[in-house]
């Protein structure tokens, strides 16, 4: 656990869905923000479950532990390919762990996302967002890219028809200078791409105040450019990002209240 912060209200920019209500969002991952992927975990109170869609594909882990991890747990994983194992998060997220050493300094390699037309969509994350294409194999209808070598990639995989978002879509962010992002913004109003959120200032209670633009790919994937500076100074690990989390969740009395009031959460 990296950080943890509640909100009473939504995100003006959707960072918690399209949901108005007190929210909460924990950030995990293998090492600081600055420098790792980390996955952003929203949780709605009082919404019990969400509708996936095809838009999500999975993350691909490199990490033997990881993979002794889920035995030992006895976690079902199911082989997929030599060496890979399929297995799934609470709520039907799929995760892709290769069993070898771990990649240093960061295992998550790449995140897969579903996209209806491979050649529209790598035109997109490549000729607009400037991605360099490492892999892409017309059989299997998938490309790999990325902004570094030595950081997480984005896998565009074709789903083979319509992309889904279901009711618990997420959005991949990426930081950059703050001075870049009227830039982006311009690019996409030139280029008459989706705008989500024009450039905005998004506060975080007792913390640094970022400012984002927010786009969507041909198929409605959302992503998110976060002004480096000021994100910098928010997403700074907090020594007790551990203790808020198991304090909202000791606090967060919901499942008992809807059980005592025989009322289910609602599904979104």
Known sequence: VLRHEEFEEGCKATCNGPYDGKWSKTMVGFGPEDDHFVVELTYNYGIGEYRLGNDFRGITLVSSQAVSNAKKMGWPLK??????????????????????????????????????????????????????????????????????DNQCKVELEAVGGAVDHGTAFGRVAFSCAKEELPGIE??????????????????????????????????????????????????????NGDKLLDDAMAADKSDKWFADHNRKKVSA
């Open 186 to 239: 311009a690019l996409m109003k030139k280029e008459n791409q989706r705008i989500l959120t024009p450039l905005v200032s998004l506060d975080t209670p007792g913390k640094a105040t970022v400012q984002v633009v927010i786009l969507a790919d041909p198929d409605g994937h959302e992503i998110c450019f976060v002004g480096d500076e000021a994100f910098r100074e928010l997403s700074k690990v907090d020594p």
């Open 79 to 148: 082989e997929v390919t030599s060496g890979v194992f399929e297995t799934e998060a609470p709520g039907g997220y799929k995760f892709y762990l290769e069993d070898k050493e771990q990649l240093k300094p960061d295992p998550v390699w790449k995140v897969t996302l579903g996209v209806s037309n491979l050649q529209k969509s790598v035109s997109f994350w490549s000729g607009l967002l400037g991605m360099k294409i490492y892999e892409k194999d017309e059989e299997k209808q998938r490309a790999l890219l990325g902004y570094a």
